[in-house]
């Protein structure tokens, strides 16, 4: 009996389990239609418009109106379906999508990051995200082994991926502006008396509106998006479903494929040329895998299945037997086919779901710069977290201002959604493009599958893409050149700004001091050795910075204890705190100096008042120094041992002691254990940290103790941060494009964008800056 109550009660916990698990995918799928869908659910607006836009509203046929439709239903259920939804979604970054985590999964998994500043123990940190597949480069691979030994192969794949990131920039500025303006134009179906330009201004009204509540965050009206998005598609499948038993009960033929080809039979090259109006039904299928980190990927599948697609479906099914019986009024197609009592109503919810579609192209845009931002390309701007439990919603005011001015330029410049509908084609499509082609290289270095799958992977969604992409480049001259010319700009921001950091840092490690230099300085450096804590900020993951040699040659005093510290993104979305610091030794035990990687994922928050950073590093420290007796490690690196704060376990060296007006209260140096009082002690509120030896470093070796002493008496001392403050110029002897590059265009990004000491939050009361000029 016993027995039987323990299965039933496993049985019962199992079901709690699997009950609460649907409970979360269903809760995540109703609050994804609100931030995902947004932009795909308000195609139907322009999607006919822009279709009829050339040559084929000459066609007055009812097979090109089924034609049409036949092309609809299959973009929609091939690439958004089938493609995103089944496979794309499988291929997260650790949860994380975008074209960004493709590249990362790919830099992880087959070398390709461009910047040599690697650590064997980086690649560790994938085992604490499950994405299912090895770490492991591949390195028998005859590909891997091509895109090693070519490395101009390697860039052109980082400029596509950046050219796709500036694409999905292009669309924050597009979707506003068509989407606004489209739900706006339909007061001309019902009010045709209304003056020229009154649209246009209201257009750019709501659009000011839109942007300047930015500062606020999605999470603070996230609760209104879901039900605004989920009644606009109820509305527009209800309508869409009106409209094919009124108008042509038989529209459902025409999701026969065989209309397609009927459809370019008789339209020949016009038919060729509407596919870029065509394309316009997808638009915001990428935005199911860029946002796929702030649901999952069950969630996201479940909604677009049962609610997104069938709606959409309905809908543009319902236009089309509306414009089988009135094909003269395919310009406002969707208005005109709403019936007369529902109409303000429904221009109500049209206009607030082009807001909400608005907001998460907006949103999704700062999410990109943040991650080119966090893995070196892009310059150092200001990134405000909206939301302290979703890290993907942050807030850039230098972007979203410059956004804006864009988007009320475009607005203004097109004021007409069928040139606006030609530029964000050729967006929209050469993101997915770039998609298609980054994931036939995950489908064999992360997936490991056969070279031949790739292929036709590539070769069937590929050719697809690109027969939408030729028909969207013959309207570069109507619209189309718009979003081109944003991502050649943003391109060459990206890479100028990456190619004057990557040479900054090769000059750094072709230019480190070396350890015979140090050696000859003795214990003391050669010069006095002051009380207090040195935190040396570099670049170099390996070797001592040569702004150390500058320092040390100019000023006649030093450290009592040195940290080198190394601040860098790896390609993972986030970092454990029990992982984030990497502690090293330089020079023997009595120099007193250490080195210190601080890692950080492309998504994580830097230095914020939670991390504690100063104090965290400091009981890193005293770890290292515990666990380099315990355990004896072997290395030809003259730069000593490695060593992770191991995850889970409690400082035994070391207790942390804070106060606030006399009142102490000890705690363990866990990660769960540590408050914001080094952040209060740095603003005088009145909070004290304190360091003490714990009972168990009293028993340890007296070398050992001394040296915890030492560094705890460094750290009551007082912190100084030391950083270069670099000249990059040229080389008189490179050539002018580099000069350009160099002196003038990374000078003026450097210049005008955040200082590295305030992008790193660093006191400027205790900063020194040791200024050099770096030749490169």
């Known amino acids: 009996m016993d027995e039987e109550a323990g299965i039933s009660e496993n049985e019962s916990d199992d079901q709690v389990q699997r009950k609460s698990y649907y409970k979360n995918v269903l809760l995540l799928a109703y609050q994804s239609c609100g931030v995902v869908y947004g932009d795909l659910s308000i195609s139907p607006l322009y999607v006919f418009s822009s279709a009829f836009s050339g040559r084929l509203h000459l066609y007055e046929s009812g097979k090109v109106i089924f034609g049409v439709l036949s092309l609809i239903f299959w973009t929609l259920t091939v690439t958004a379906l089938l493609k995103y939804v089944f496979i794309v979604l499988s291929a997260g970054d650790n949860g994380e999508g975008g074209t960004f985590a493709l590249y990362s999964l790919l830099c992880r998994h087959a070398s390709l990051n461009l910047l040599p500043d690697e650590q064997d123990a980086d690649e560790e940190l994938s085992t604490y995200y499950g994405d299912g597949h090895s770490s492991e480069t591949v390195g028998g691979s005859p590909l891997k082994r091509f895109l090693d030994k070519h490395k101009r192969w ?57 942007f300047t509540l930015q500062h606020c965050g999605t999470h603070r009206v996230a609760f ?23 108008w042509n009960p038989r529209i459902w033929h025409a999701l026969s494929p065989v209309y397609m080809f009927d459809f370019f039979r008789e339209t020949g090259k016009d038919g060729w040329i509407s596919l870029g109006g065509v394309l316009l039904c997808v638009t915001g299928a990428e935005a199911m895998f860029a946002d796929v980190g702030h649901f999952t990927s069950s969630s996201i599948r479940l909604a677009f299945s049962c609610v997104i697609y069938p709606c959409l479906v309905l809908q543009y099914m319902g236009q089309a037997a509306f414009l089988s019986k009135h094909f003269s009024d395919i310009p406002k197609s969707f208005y005109d086919s709403i019936p007369e009592p529902i109409f303000w109503p429904i221009f109500t919810v049209a206009t607030l779901a082009a807001i909400v579609a608005s907001q998460a192209v907006i949103s999704a845009t700062f999410s990109i710069i943040m991650q080119c931002h966090a893995l070196g390309y892009f310059p150092r701007v200001k990134i405000i977290h909206t939301s302290s439990w979703i890290y993907g919603q942050v807030y850039i005011p230098e972007i979203n201002w410059i956004l804006m001015m864009l988007c009320l330029a475009t607005t203004i ?81 990206m890479y100028v700004w990456h190619y004057g950091m990557q040479h900054k840092y090769l000059f750094e490690l072709q230019n480190k001091v070396s350890m015979k230099w140090i050696l000859t300085l003795g214990p003391n450096l050669g010069i006095v050795r002051v009380p ?90 005293a770890e290292f120094i515990r666990m380099e007796v315990e355990e004896t490690q072997t290395g030809s690196s003259s730069e000593g041992p490695w060593a992770v704060h191991p995850s889970g376990r409690t400082c035994t060296t070391m207790v ?41 470093a009293m028993t340890i070796n007296p070398e050992v103790k001394e040296e915890l002493r030492e560094l705890v008496e460094a750290k009551e001392a007082g912190l100084t941060y030391i950083m270069g403050h670099a000249y990059i110029k040229a080389m008189k002897s490179s050539s002018f494009i580099k000069k350009l590059a160099i002196d003038i265009v990374f000078s003026f990004l450097r210049k005008n964008c955040r200082r590295p000491a305030v992008a790193l939050n660093i006191p400027h009361m205790s900063l020194i800056e040791v200024g050099m000029i770096y030749y490169v």
């Open 224 to 246: 209104m998006f879901a039900p605004i998005i989920i009644v606009w598609l109820l509305s527009i499948a209800a309508i869409g479903l009106y409209n094919i038993i009124r």
């Open 532 to 621: 207090g804590m040195g935190l040396i900020y570099t670049e170099l993951a390996s070797g001592v910075p040569p702004i150390f040699s500058h320092f040390v040659t100019n000023l006649p005093a030093f450290h009592q204890i040195l940290v080198f510290i190394c601040v860098k993104y790896v390609s993972v979305p986030y970092v454990s705190p029990e992982e984030r610091y990497l502690i090293g030794r330089i020079g023997p035990k009595a120099y007193r100096m250490y080195r210190c990687i601080v890692r950080y994922g492309y998504k994580d928050v830097h230095r914020d008042e939670e991390n504690n950073f100063e104090n965290q590093l400091v009981m890193s420290i």
């Open 154 to 210: 390697r860039t052109g794949l980082l400029l596509a991926v950046l050219f796709g990131a500036c694409m999905v920039i292009g669309d924050g500025v597009l979707t506003p502006a068509i989407s606004v303006l489209s739900s706006i134009s339909g007061l001309h179906v019902r009010a045709k008396d209304l003056p020229d330009g009154t649209v246009l201004v209201i257009a750019c009204l709501v659009l000011v509106g839109l």
């Open 413 to 493: 410049g097109f004021h007409d959604t069928t040139l606006i509908g030609n530029a964000y084609g050729i967006a929209c499509i050469t993101v997915m493009f770039v998609t298609t082609c980054l994931m036939a290289l995950v489908i064999v270095f992360v997936w490991r599958k056969s070279f031949i799958f790739a292929v036709i992977f590539l070769l069937f969604f590929g050719l697809i893409e690109a027969l939408y992409l030729s028909s969207s480049i013959t309207k570069v001259a109507q619209g189309g050149w718009a979003p081109l010319v944003l991502s050649v700009i943003f391109v060459g921001i």
């Open 656 to 696: 942390m002691s804070e106060t606030e007006d006399g009142d102490l209260t000890n705690t363990e140096c866990s990660s769960k254990s540590v408050t914001t009082s080094g952040f209060h002690q740095q603003l005088g509120i009145g909070w004290r940290v304190r360091f003490e030896l714990s009972e168990a």
